[in-house]
């Protein structure tokens, strides 16, 4: 794509769901109804930990109003002896978390699921459910879940050859460790904690979903994607995946959490066993209580440099929740925290621990953050031992291409010096600071990801373009679309409509997460545009009766290729599109690809704190973020991307934790409690946009959402013990641990 004469791609254009969103007229799926529909509603458990003997559901079914009440025994049960693996989830894990089967697992596991007519009526038959329980100890903090007399959760799980928490373990390793610390001059080794925090979107978890007469089921919901819904909710139901239709709605944030199903396979089987449509919403409080929130964590890291700054050796232990079944980040984690560096002697491991909480699900770069924050902590350490500037530091050590990164990948060309040459010469890094304030820096990194898309390109027939593709739009794909498509075709982008097409309507999708959507959806869209483009070459050629080799496309139109293919007036898409019907009938295309060559992304971040020392409150007073995007195909997205990341990272290292009383229940389930950063917290989140295109993919995508949340916890921990002149080791810095640690305490 030649750059200097792009008319569409690199502009902000008007996003297309825009005006229906601002004004409400958007369609999510809460918003759904059918003719006939009942309500659906969850019991959830009031205990972490608890066998179950016996449910009763007799006084719900005789309630007045109750269609149908399911349990355990109305899903798909996987055993445990053989793993059963649909993405990055298994079927195993999956059918316990949407309904509780022989042990409660965590406060507000699913138990039963009522339908009714009304959802008064399904919450107050849920309310009649009888359950017997034998409670058994609970684990709650990794420190609890790893002792050696720790209440094991599943028998079969066993780790060193003993029924264990411990679930897995993932481990890289490049270079001798040991040899690598023996040269350094300086080593530094820290103990690092994080609490689980929630993804936080507002629209809560919803469904509709109907299944007809002849078994054929079609489900309505929130998610990031709906092959996926379809998918899993053939696995747990029994429902044969050709019988079932997952339509996408729009949706109200999801930033990793609406990458697995809870509601849908209940759902699916209540209307299965009533023969009406079931609608089913979660509350905040289920939303809290038992959809994912990312991993807690306990890390140590070791980082060895010599004098002149050169890091010889570099080691990260992580420990992360998983929650009740298996499945936390620790490949995020082990593999992307020593990624922006080129280090001889390095190695990562991580563990998979399982504890009485609500199952973990991706957060926007799953692990790397947790990963990034001790890293970047510890090397700010290095570099003040060394008396260097934290980024020359960084600089020194950055990875570049042709450099080995420890989890295995030799890095093509990319931008991360780039990112700290820009946040070097930024004015942030060089503007005075007042008192009580200072200033922080990191890094971070993230793999992207490529995947199964498919796309349709049809040509209209009065000449406009309808593009669908398989992704749930979630960060802005559907305008940078429009704005690629309107460049291939060389037409304005009002001519574009991009839609998202449901499981009957379009090729297989892989989900929308891991900023592959647009790499992905992109590369098919650029393939389905160029066969069109032939299509219009042809159609040309048959009106003018020349071949079609002696045709070019240009600015949306056919013209003959030189003075030798004759001498005819260009033909717009427009025109050709009218003649379709006598040319060969319509026009369009579609293309799917497992698509291959996604590369990572760097960020360098700054950040400004000022810190009440009377109150402990850390205030964010400037914040920049500076990431190689690869190239920028709609830069107010970009921007929005990278704005997001950093308030949400702002969010995590100073007031966001999930709250657990003595009794194993989750305190703060609402957001009163549960402190989401508003927008008095945040200062303006300015971004610098470095564009080093990724040489795999035709308009140089490399994937933007998921790094803007990785370099914030640790700029912003930097940035504390700047201004208090202490370090603190463990997230949320809530006033209540500032002041502690201003103290002395």
Not at 603 to 616: K, N, P, R, S
Not at 711 to 727: C, D, E, F, M, W
Request: aromatic residues 6%; proline residues 6%; glycine residues 10%.
């Amino acid at each position: 794509m030649n750059e200097i004469n792009n008319k569409w791609i690199g502009k902000n254009t008007v996003r297309p769901d825009g005006a229906e969103k601002v004004t409400g007229r958007a369609q999510y799926s809460s918003d759904t109804t059918m003719p006939g529909m009942i309500w659906g509603h969850v019991l959830r458990s009031p205990h972490p930990h608890a066998k179950i003997i016996s449910i009763n559901t007799k006084k719900a079914e005789a309630l007045a109003g109750v269609k149908s009440v399911i349990t355990s025994k109305d899903i798909v049960d996987f055993p445990l002896d053989t793993p059963v693996i649909l993405g990055i989830q298994d079927m195993r894990w999956m059918c316990r978390n949407v309904m509780a089967r022989d042990k409660v697992l965590f406060h507000g596991h699913p138990l039963a699921a009522v339908a009714a007519t009304t959802e008064a009526i399904a919450e107050k038959a849920c309310d009649l459910i009888e359950v017997e329980y034998e409670i058994l100890p609970w684990a709650i903090d990794i420190e609890d879940a790893i002792k050696d007399d720790a209440p094991i959760l599943h028998d079969h799980i066993q780790f060193n050859g003993k029924p264990s928490n411990i679930a897995g373990t993932l481990e890289h390793k490049k270079g001798d460790i040991e040899e690598g610390f023996a040269k350094a001059d300086v080593i530094i080794e820290k103990d690092f904690k994080t609490e689980a925090v929630h993804q936080g979107y507002l629209e809560t978890h919803s469904c509709l979903v109907s299944v007809a007469a002849d078994g054929r089921a079609t489900i309505w919901s929130s998610s990031q994607g709906q092959f996926m819904v379809r998918a899993m909710t053939s696995f747990l139901t029994g429902i044969p995946q050709s019988n079932i239709r997952a339509i996408p709605a729009e949706i109200g944030g999801g930033f990793g959490g609406k990458t697995i199903v809870y509601l849908e396979p209940l759902a699916t089987v209540l209307s299965q066993k009533t023969g009406r449509p079931v609608k089913i919403v979660m509350n905040r409080e289920d939303t809290m209580r038992a959809s994912g929130p990312t991993s807690g964590s306990k890390s140590t890291i070791k980082i060895g440099a010599t004098n002149d700054g050169k890091i010889v050796a570099a080691q990260g232990i992580y420990y992360l929740q998983a929650g009740a079944f298996p499945g936390s980040p620790i490949r995020g984690a082990a593999g992307c925290s020593l990624a922006p560096y080129d280090i001889p002697n390095a190695h990562t491991f991580g563990y998979d621990v399982v504890s009485n909480r609500s199952k973990v699900a991706a957060y926007r770069a799953p692990g790397a953050p947790i990963g990034a924050y001790g890293v970047e902590c510890v090397l700010d350490e290095i570099a003040e031992a060394l008396k260097m500037c934290p980024l020359e530091l960084r600089k020194i050590n950055a990875a570049k291409e042709g450099t080995k990164a420890v989890h295995g990948p030799v890095f093509p060309k990319m931008g991360y010096i780039e990112t700290l040459d820009a946040a070097i010469n930024h004015p942030h890094y060089k503007a005075p600071l007042g008192k009580h304030q200072g200033r922080g820096v990191a890094s971070g990194f993230w793999f992207n990801a490529g995947g199964e898309s498919s796309a349709q390109l049809n040509i209209t027939e009065d000449g406009n373009v309808v593009v669908t593709t398989g992704h749930p739009d979630i960060g802005g794909s559907r305008a940078s679309i429009a704005n690629i498509t309107a460049e291939l075709l060389g037409i304005h982008h009002d001519r574009v409509s991009v839609l998202i097409g449901d499981t009957a309507t379009i090729g297989y999708s892989n989900l929308t997460g891991g900023s592959r959507v647009l790499f992905a959806s992109a590369m098919v869209v650029t393939e389905s545009a160029q066969i069109v483009i032939n299509q219009l070459k042809q159609r040309a050629a048959k009106i003018w009766g020349i071949d079609e080799d002696a045709i070019e496309w240009e600015n949306g139109e056919a013209r003959p290729a030189g003075d030798n293919a004759g001498k005819f007036a260009p033909l717009t898409l427009a025109e050709i599109a009218d003649k379709a019907t006598a040319t060969g009938g319509p026009i369009g295309a579609g293309y799917q690809v497992n698509t291959e060559g996604a590369e990572g992304g760097f960020a360098t971040h700054i950040c400004d704190v000022e810190v009440d020392m009377d109150l402990g409150i850390v205030r964010v007073k400037r914040y920049t973020s500076i990431q190689d995007v690869g190239k920028a195909i709609h830069p107010d997205y970009v921007e929005g991307q990278l704005q997001g990341g950093c308030a949400q990272g702002i969010g995590w290292a100073l007031s966001e934790e999930y709250i657990y009383n003595k009794d194993g229940h989750l305190d703060n389930t609402g957001f009163l409690d549960y402190r989401m950063p508003v927008c008095s917290d945040l200062p303006m989140l300015d971004t610098v946009i470095i564009e080093v295109p990724n040489p795999k993919h035709p308009q140089g995508v490399r994937g933007v959402g998921e790094v803007p949340l990785v370099p914030p916890l640790a700029a912003i921990s930097n940035a504390v013990y700047q201004a208090i002149g202490k370090r603190s080791y463990s997230l949320p810095m809530s006033p209540p641990k500032v002041l502690k640690i201003i103290e002395g305490n």
